[in-house]
């Protein structure tokens, strides 16, 4: 076999970066929902439970914030930047998921009508993607404060993913050694090489 069909078969490096690094994000998605599921929330709405909300609200804030950094140093900075947004997007929507469905179970009066966890998570889903079917409303004034910061927070977050993430690809393209490709090498027609 010739060594131009040899290398011909194997993927390119921007291809061989995109799959694992989707498939990890994707990954981590699935690890993020799961937690969702499976977190102990009979507690109730608490002055603890409220401190947990807080940090992980907090945690979000590390996490698109490590992402950030990682886009900026990343040879291949679109491909980071929408992981980081794959990543980071469903924990802000989780958190205000188990925010909803705590709520409802400690007052049983705060939303039109019973939320299961996977009712939350769609009520949060459709305030995120202003949808508002008008099928689940808060009835009460603290869920209806509640669902105004997440209304604020998904503002903040489209602008962050609009300002900062797109900022941090522009920063980590211009990182990118520019120059002659190196003799053998293929030339990609992508402005990113990343699919």
Do not use: C, K
């Not at 209806?144 to 962050?160: A, P």
């Not at 990609?188 to 699919?195: F, I, T």
């Amino acid at each position: 076999m010739s060594a131009s069909r040899r290398s011909s078969s194997r993927p390119s490096a921007p291809e061989a970066h995109w799959r694992p690094t989707v498939v990890r994000a994707l990954a981590a998605v699935a690890a993020e929902v799961t937690i969702y599921y499976t977190l102990p929330l009979d507690r109730g709405l608490t002055w603890w439970t409220v401190a947990l909300l807080v940090i992980g609200l907090a945690v979000f804030v590390v996490v698109l914030a490590r992402q950030v950094a990682q886009i900026v140093e990343s040879p291949y900075p679109r491909l980071r930047a929408t992981v980081a947004i794959m990543v980071s997007l469903p924990v802000f929507l989780l958190v205000f998921s188990i925010a909803y469905y705590l709520i409802e179970h400690a007052s049983s009066g705060g939303f039109s009508e019973h939320l299961s966890r996977t009712d939350a998570l769609y009520f949060t889903v459709t305030v995120f993607a202003t949808v508002g079917f008008g099928d689940i409303t808060p009835t009460e004034a603290s869920t209806r404060v509640l669902v105004m910061f997440q209304m604020l927070g998904d503002l903040v977050l489209v602008g962050l993913i609009g300002r900062v993430v797109v900022g941090a690809v522009g920063v980590g393209l211009q990182r990118r050694p520019t120059g002659p490709a190196a003799p053998g090498a293929s030339v990609s027609s992508r402005p990113d090489d990343e699919g």
